[in-house]
């Protein structure tokens, strides 16, 4: 994935992971109540049922750590559509 340290796989479920999130699409929302796009992008993560995301994150810590992780959803989210 370019200069991403996250491997194209675990981009990619994490991109889907992402955009079936219920709050995905909601950064005007954040932007009005002067939150964060940072804020965003994790709490759009977070509102993902733990069961689906913790084996993905126990994939992805063994090689990178949040700043990789924020680096990715970045992307995820320059990206949409």
């Known amino acids: 994935m370019g200069r991403l340290k996250i491997t194209d796989e675990h981009y990619d479920q994490l991109k889907a992971m992402v955009e079936s999130s219920r709050l995905y699409g909601s ?3 954040y932007t009005q109540m002067g939150l964060s796009l940072m804020r965003y992008r ?3 993560l977070w509102a993902i049922n733990f069961k689906i995301r913790d084996e ?3 994939e992805m810590y063994k090689y ?3 700043d990789h992780i924020d680096s990715a959803l970045r992307h995820i ?3 949409k559509e």
Request: aromatic share 20%; proline share 0%.
């Open 27 to 29: 950064e005007l929302n």
């Open 77 to 79: 989210f320059s990206h």
């Open 42 to 44: 994790w709490d759009c």
């Open 64 to 66: 990178i750590n949040d």
């Open 56 to 58: 993905l994150f126990r």
